[in-house]
């Protein structure tokens, strides 16, 4: 039964499940979009201020959300190509690339939301919170672009909100009485979001808990896939780009310079690559740009190796002379007649490269030095989580297995994959 | 043959101080290019302008980049680093207390690691397609995807939180002065026994990776297939003809390994708090010690180089053919 299940049936499922789950969310989203453009075609000036990175992001989430799956299902070739069998790996790739693309989607919150850290800090995985709605005081105009700003702030999740509060436990008689890690507060219930005549007090799930400032160590989960996945691929092209460069010039021009890049590899090969991304990140600081650039130079060694290696045994085929003499442009000689032989090599190294890379990234945030403050990145999770190691796991564990399991599926997609080009490897 | 082999090694030594200069080049170029001043951090505001004055020249960063250099490189030649902004001293007598205790610790971590591989290894051969086989196979491969960071975390979790019975840092305690040399000796090795497996397990996953995949390799050989048929027991087999030929690739892994290892397990180090080079480089970087990073970064390349270099010597041991390659 399971093994007639194929990567496409899981991909179409997957994301057939988020669409049932935040149905509500997804049709709020297309009310907000469709306001949005009305207003645009309508016209209107300062359309801009709304275009914000999260609206971007939401848009092209609730894009992609309809279109992938009918992609999948109206090609015939996206099927064929995806339809070999589920096997471990193969999911959690699957699961890290959807939470990379639908994460605004995926998520209820931005990963950055904090309120009442006294009642929302470091709760255990599956606890749930109380809390009480304010109502909307100034609901008066009705002008289309405040509108859509009102419905933009209050659909699009941010890193704030002034109309939810947390609390612990409450009661109501005239006034609404509530208590906060024991400090007692009073509201007036004409503030609050009424339900019967009873203020509305609704609960709030956090699946793996919140960490040390109230965040939802789920959103942050989620989001961090991007910035791992972000930087492994950016950095894994980077490279890529520069060790088949290096390795067709020198094999182009030969003679000196051949030695001379030879040695330079050995002299990257011969340090700890990780002192000198620390020692470049510490003296230059830390982005999420300088982080891909240079993590991408400090892996190019191997790929340069490899690549020169293919293309001096290529220099002497003859149908790459044939093609010399033709005169084809060297740019045109290496994508044409050059990476189409090599590129099989190489991508199993760049698998076991990503992999490489996302661990150092990791390893860098963790050493504080990776693009941890900025965004939610796994090694981040852990270094902050490390202080508060004697009360709560989760804060380590559900970060450190999310971590674990990538690398372990990656270094498997690689392994099976090399394992099908050449299947002496063990 | 004898005086080309000589030779060669002292051409390999050649090559590798040259990198190895490079190497400083490069890092006191990027030190230096770097923006902000070194100075800056070691000054207070109160300190009068002709103090601040004397204290940059004393860095010797008023010099213009080249002069600083040449001086350098000269200073290299007598064994000379300079003097640490930081700790105030000469960089080689700061290094040297902080390198004797990484090499004491990833000495003992090699052995841990090459014997543990090489043991469990065998046992997997022996029982081959067993289930102790496969599960240590499945486990070699997840132990090896784990980061550093989250194995240290974990056991510290495990066995300092839940169970409360060894340290979480350092390497000694703070009654250390009051004890006898047992405990003494106690007191250390309780406190490193966490760092220990935290540095070993992924150095053992991939020993008895390489190792296991070896023993197959080789045992499927057509010449055991003759030895079998010529009668020699599996013992003789395995401990004469398959065993030298599986380790063979092992020393050159070992001996990167180790190179590694004598720079610094710098997360280890980071997580146990350990007065080792890997959080020695780092701290020199965070607070801009200039001439400590490339003290730093010279004993690690130089260590490198050697245990490459030990390393081929010792598969020259074991196959005497390879002494071509080495000449060529």
């Not at chain 1, 290696?309 to 060297?330: H, N, R, V």
């Not at chain 2, 200073?75 to 105030?88: A, K």
Request: proline content about 3%; charged content about 15%.
């Amino acid at each position: 039964m399971l093994n007639k299940i194929k990567i496409w049936h899981f991909i179409v499922a997957v994301t057939g499940l988020i669409i049932i789950l935040r149905f509500g969310y997804i049709i709020d989203l297309l009310t907000v979009y469709y306001l949005f453009f009305q207003t645009l075609f309508a016209g209107k000036e300062n359309i801009n201020s709304f275009i914000t990175f999260p609206f971007i992001d939401n848009f092209i989430s609730l894009c992609l959300i309809f279109l992938f799956p009918i992609a999948i299902m109206g090609s015939t070739s996206a099927k064929k190509k995806l339809s070999s069998q589920l096997n471990f790996s193969n999911i959690f790739i699957i699961l890290l690339l959807v939470s990379f693309v639908f994460a605004p989607i995926i998520t209820k919150q931005h990963p950055d939301f904090q309120k009442n850290i006294s009642v929302t800090k470091l709760l255990p995985p599956f606890s749930s919170v109380n809390y009480i709605l304010l109502n909307e005081i100034n609901k008066v105009e009705s002008v289309q672009e405040n509108k859509l700003k009102d419905l933009i702030d209050s659909k699009i999740p941010k890193s704030y909100n002034d109309k939810i509060i947390f609390i612990d436990s409450s009661s109501f008689d005239a006034t609404f009485k509530y208590y906060q890690s024991g400090v007692l507060s009073v509201i007036d219930i004409n503030k609050l979001v009424t339900e019967n005549d009873k203020p509305f007090i609704g609960t709030k799930l956090f699946v793996l808990g919140t960490d040390e400032f109230g965040r939802d160590v789920f959103t942050r989960i989620v989001y961090g896939c991007r910035i791992s996945l972000i930087v492994g691929l950016g950095a894994v092209f980077v490279s890529f780009f520069l060790g088949i460069i290096l390795a067709f010039i020198a094999s182009q021009i030969g003679g000196l310079l051949r030695i001379i890049f030879n040695r330079i590899t050995d002299l990257f090969l011969a340090f700890p690559s990780i002192f000198l991304v620390v020692l470049i990140l510490a003296l230059f600081g830390s982005n999420i740009l300088s982080v891909i650039i240079v993590l991408g130079f400090s892996g190019w060694m191997s790929l340069y190796k490899i690549a020169s290696s293919e293309m001096i045994s290529l220099k002497q085929k003859e149908y790459f002379l044939t093609a010399e003499q033709i005169g084809l442009k060297k740019l045109r000689l290496l994508i044409r007649e050059v990476l189409p032989v090599i590129i099989v090599p190489v991508i199993v190294n760049l698998i076991f490269q990503l992999s490489n890379v996302i661990l150092a990234e990791s390893a860098l945030s963790y050493l504080g030095l990776g693009t941890g403050s900025e965004y939610s990145s796994w090694g981040s999770m852990i270094e902050s989580g490390q202080e508060y190691i004697t009360q709560s796991w989760w804060l380590i564990f559900i970060p450190g297995i999310t971590l674990i399991i990538t690398l372990l599926s990656i270094n498997e997609a690689g392994r099976k994959f090399g394992q099908k080009i050449n299947p002496t490897i063990g | 043959m004898k005086k080309d082999f000589y030779w060669a090694i002292l051409k390999r030594i050649a090559s590798s101080i040259l990198v190895l200069f490079l190497l400083v080049t490069f890092i006191f170029l990027l030190v230096r290019l770097a923006p902000g001043d070194p100075s800056q951090k070691y000054l207070s505001p109160q300190l009068s302008p002709e103090l601040a004055n004397k204290v940059y020249q004393s860095f010797g960063l008023d010099k213009p980049v080249y002069q600083q250099y040449f001086s350098f490189i000269a200073n290299l030649f007598t064994g000379d680093f300079g003097i640490s902004y930081n700790y105030r001293q000469p960089v080689v007598s700061v290094i040297k207390d902080y390198f004797l205790f990484t090499l004491i610790f990833s000495s003992i971590s090699l052995i841990i690691q090459l014997a543990l591989g090489y043991y469990l290894a065998k046992t997997a051969y022996r029982n081959e397609g067993k289930f102790l086989d496969r599960i240590l196979s499945a486990s070699s491969i997840i132990v090896f995807s784990v980061p550093a960071f989250i194995v240290g975390l974990i056991l510290i979790y495990i066995f300092s939180v839940q169970l409360d019975l060894l340290p979480t840092s350092g390497i000694k305690s703070d009654y250390y002065d009051d004890l006898n040399f047992f405990e003494r000796v106690q007191d250390y090795f309780i406190h490193l026994i966490l760092p220990m497996i935290t540095l070993s397990v992924a150095g053992i996953a991939v020993f008895f990776k390489y190792l296991r995949d070896n023993f197959t390799v080789i045992a499927n050989q057509s010449f055991i297939t003759n030895l079998k048929a010529g009668g020699f027991s599996e013992k003789e087999i395995f401990r004469y003809h398959i065993l030298p030929n599986a380790v063979q690739p092992l020393i050159s892994i070992a001996g990167i390994e180790f190179g590694i290892l004598l720079g610094g397990a710098l997360i280890t180090e980071v997580i146990f708090a350990l007065p080792g080079m890997g959080r020695l480089t780092i701290s020199a970087i965070f607070s801009r010690d200039f001439p400590l990073v490339i003290g730093c970064a010279f004993i690690t390349g130089l260590m490198m180089i050697i245990s490459n270099l030990i390393a081929d010597l010792v598969k020259i041991k074991f196959d005497k053919r390879l002494i071509k390659d080495l000449i060529t």
